[in-house]
T-cell receptor, first 115, second 111 residues
Framework: EPEVTQTPSHQVTQMGQEVILRCVPI?????FYWYRQILGQKVEFLVS????????KSEIFDDQFSVERPDGSNFTLKIRSTKLEDSAMYFC?????????????FGPGTRLTVL | DQQVKQNSPSLSVQEGRISILNCDYT??????FLWYKKYPAEGPTFLIS?????DKNEDGRFTVFLNKSAKHLSLHIVPSQPGDSAVYFC??????????FGTGTRLTVIP
């Protein structure tokens, strides 16, 4: 069964530093997403990506965030200048296959800790 | 953002009995509903989904019921097994767009 993978599993960084979180979506999926979950809170949508461009983004996804699909397999989330409040679990998801049109499949997450 | 609500933070059920997890939503534009299961330090695992054109979808031990007029959905697990113990999230979307998640219900199945 194909799975979404994410690296690293845990990233510790200093406030103000840039981080790149990496994801490999399921290969035949067309839509890619980033979500985050701050400890004790809901899973929140950040951004969706389709056809090599952002299709939707939330208010959280401000100018310090960017996404890229640099090649045919990877999907990355960059946070340019991290803040303490960016500490959270970041989940990548993919969906939009022939079999699973509306379902999204999540990776194991990257725990980002900003000090 | 309270578009999807799970009002029960926790539920305990005896092994073999039925578990019923509930979810309410406010946005009538939602047309697709999903249930996810989550273990600590892991990503949400897709369980079952339902389109707004249906009122029931079944997959093995899992059944999702949708009551559009009440804006309510529920997940039934029968029979419940100890391995079902996890946090269950309902989520809603309009098509393949972003998911709105509830706050989750922690299910404990007692052997």
């Amino acid at each position: 069964e194909p799975e979404v993978t994410q690296t690293p599993s845990h990233q510790v960084t200093q406030m103000g530093q840039e981080v790149i979180l990496r994801c490999v979506p399921i290969s035949n999926h067309l839509y890619f997403y980033w979500y985050r979950q701050i400890l004790g809170q809901k899973v929140e949508f950040l951004v969706s990506f389709y056809n090599n461009e952002i299709s939707e983004k939330s208010e959280i996804f401000d100018d310090q965030f960017s996404v890229e699909r640099p090649d045919g397999s990877n999907f990355t989330l960059k946070i340019r200048s991290t803040k303490l409040e960016d500490s959270a679990m970041y989940f990548c998801a993919s969906g939009g296959s022939f079999k699973w049109v509306n379902e999204q499949f999540f990776g194991p997450g990257t725990r980002l800790t900003v000090l | 953002d309270q578009q999807v609500k799970q009002n029960s933070p926790s539920l305990s059920v005896q092994e073999g009995r039925i578990s019923i997890l509930n979810c309410d939503y406010t946005n009538s534009m939602f047309d697709y509903f999903l249930w996810y299961k989550k273990y600590p330090a892991e990503g949400p695992t897709f369980l079952i989904s339902i389109s707004s054109i249906k009122d029931k979808n079944e997959d093995g031990r899992f059944t999702v019921f949708l009551n559009k007029s009440a804006k309510h959905l529920s997940l039934h697990i029968v029979p419940s097994q100890p391995g079902d113990s996890a946090v269950y999230f309902c989520a809603a979307s309009t098509g393949a767009n972003n998911l709105f998640f509830g706050t989750g219900t922690r299910l404990t199945v007692i052997p």
